[in-house]
């Protein structure tokens, strides 16, 4: 184990690379890991690296796509969203992991902020971006708590950003124009609608086919509460019908349908013990587990 190995609350690890399976000391990791901490507000946390958090998305997202892309095996993403990805190369949160990239990442960063930056505010970072010889794709990953309605989806989160960009977004003919679809965008799935405007907006000036994923978590996709009386599944099945059929390919997926082969056993065995996609396994789950783990 790296040096301060020690949690707090078991939650947070103290050594934020103790929560990375591979490609630990990666430049990107460690800019993503200065740049978003903790705040004051999160108590005994504060100061920490997010990537430190069990529960944290983006630490989910490298450990994910970093490892198929370090061992060149994208079948398992292949299968998950039936498309071929040919010669793939990667953007997390709109930048590469590896210097052969950097110039996707700048003329993906130059089409956004064509839009962007026209309207104040912060642009937006895709979670995993992949470019093939046939197709772009634009993934976004929802990891939440297992079981619990997740606290911010697909949503503004209250700002403005949505009627300052409507006429940009809606502008393509890419959504049906109606008051339901306006309502969905300025509510509960505005980043569905951003997302998917991009995957296309990008994919044209590409030349390639055009695919929007949502990764999602299944503990939680047909959660409802007392205040959110429509839920994540509800949500994604109004967006659905909001959008053009023809201008993109459309789908949610879920992480616990990922097939990963036992030559990945280090990524399997992560996604299969993560606290937030699986309930805490049996003794012989847990026995059986590192039975594999000795013999890989």
Same mark, same amino acid.
């Given at each position: 184990m790296e040096n301060g190995s020690a949690m707090i609350n078991n939650i947070v690890y103290k050594?934020?690379?103790?929560?990375?399976?591979?490609?630990?000391?990666?430049?990107?990791?460690?800019?993503?890991?200065?740049?978003?901490?903790?705040?004051?507000?999160?108590?005994?946390?504060?100061g920490y690296p997010r990537l430190g958090s069990v529960r944290s998305e983006d630490a989910l997202v490298w450990n994910f796509m970093r490892t198929l892309s370090f061992f060149n095996d994208f079948s398992s993403l292949e299968k998950l969203i039936k498309i071929d990805l040919n010669n793939p190369k990667i953007l997390l949160w709109a930048l590469p992991f590896e210097e052969e990239n950097k @110039? &996707?990442?700048? !003329?993906?960063?130059?089409? =956004?902020?064509? $839009?962007?930056? +026209?309207?104040?505010?912060?642009?937006?970072?895709?979670?995993?971006?992949?470019?093939?010889?046939?197709y772009f794709v634009i993934i976004e990953c929802k990891l939440g708590e297992i079981k619990k309605y997740p606290p911010h989806l697909w949503d503004s989160k209250g700002t403005n950003g949505p009627e300052r960009r409507y006429e940009y977004y809606f502008g393509e003919d890419l959504f049906v124009r109606s008051s339901k679809s306006k309502s969905g965008y300025k509510g509960e799935a505005y980043q569905l609608f951003r997302m998917v405007?991009?995957?296309?907006?990008?994919?044209?000036?590409?030349?390639?086919?055009?695919?929007?994923?949502?990764?999602?978590?299944?503990?939680?996709?047909?959660?409802?509460? @007392? &205040?959110?009386? !429509?839920?994540?599944?509800? =949500?994604?099945? $109004?967006?659905? +019908?909001?959008?053009?059929?023809?201008?993109?390919?459309?789908?949610?997926?879920?992480?616990?349908?990922?097939?990963?082969?036992?030559?990945?056993?280090?990524?399997?065995?992560?996604?299969?013990?993560?606290?937030?996609?699986?309930?805490?396994?049996g003794l012989l789950t847990v026995m059986r587990n590192k039975k594999i783990m000795r013999k890989g």
């Open positions: 050594n934020f690379r103790n929560n990375i399976i591979v490609d630990k000391y990666n430049y990107l990791l460690t800019a993503k890991a200065n740049k978003d901490r903790f705040n004051k507000r999160q108590g005994p946390y504060a @110039e &996707l990442r700048h !003329r993906v960063r130059s089409i =956004i902020r064509s $839009i962007d930056g +026209k309207v104040a505010g912060p642009t937006t970072e895709p979670d995993i971006i992949v470019e093939t010889d046939e405007f991009y995957t296309c907006k990008i994919a044209e000036e590409f030349g390639k086919i055009p695919v929007f994923v949502s990764l999602t978590n299944k503990t939680w996709w047909n959660k409802k509460t @007392e &205040l959110k009386t !429509r839920s994540p599944k509800d =949500i994604w099945k $109004i967006f659905e +019908k909001q959008v053009k059929k023809e201008k993109v390919k459309l789908m949610n997926v879920f992480w616990q349908d990922l097939e990963i082969k036992d030559t990945l056993h280090i990524l399997r065995d992560y996604l299969r013990s993560h606290e937030c996609l699986y309930s805490k396994p």
